[in-house]
């Protein structure tokens, strides 16, 4: 069973970068197209970036232009490049495969954007 664990999130003013990153358990993982969701309170997880095994990606509309997702399959993990962040991108982050979800979900990291 591959396990995920999240980190990087904190407190950041609008405006501001943050870098999540998101390690996998297990070599499998390089296989498998893989995302960045994300929660905010009260709403739905949502898909806001994927990233296929080879390095194709793409971008929910509303991360398009300040969010870049990258992996590196050697260290088995995934990353979130946030930039230009805005209040409306607060929200627990999680990391999964995409857009199938096929591992156990992480603990998530919260990032919170003040304005």
């Known amino acids: 069973q591959v396990q995920l664990v999240e980190s990087g999130g904190g407190l950041v003013q609008a405006g501001g970068s943050l870098r999540l990153s998101c390690a996998a358990s297990?070599?499998?993982?390089?296989?498998?197209?893989m995302g960045w969701y994300r929660q905010a309170p009260g709403k739905q997880r949502d898909l806001v970036a994927r990233?296929?095994?080879?390095?194709?990606?793409n971008y929910a509309d509303s991360v398009k232009g300040r969010f870049t997702i990258s992996r590196d399959n050697a260290k088995n993990t995934v990353y979130l490049q946030m930039t230009s962040l805005k209040p409306e991108d607060t929200a627990v982050y999680y990391c999964?495969?995409?857009?199938?979800?096929?591992?156990?979900w992480g603990q998530g990291t919260q990032v919170t954007v003040s304005s």
């Open positions: 297990r070599t499998s993982f390089s296989f498998n197209t």
């Open positions: 999964n495969s995409a857009p199938i979800i096929s591992y156990s």
């Open positions: 990233i296929t095994s080879g390095g194709t990606s």
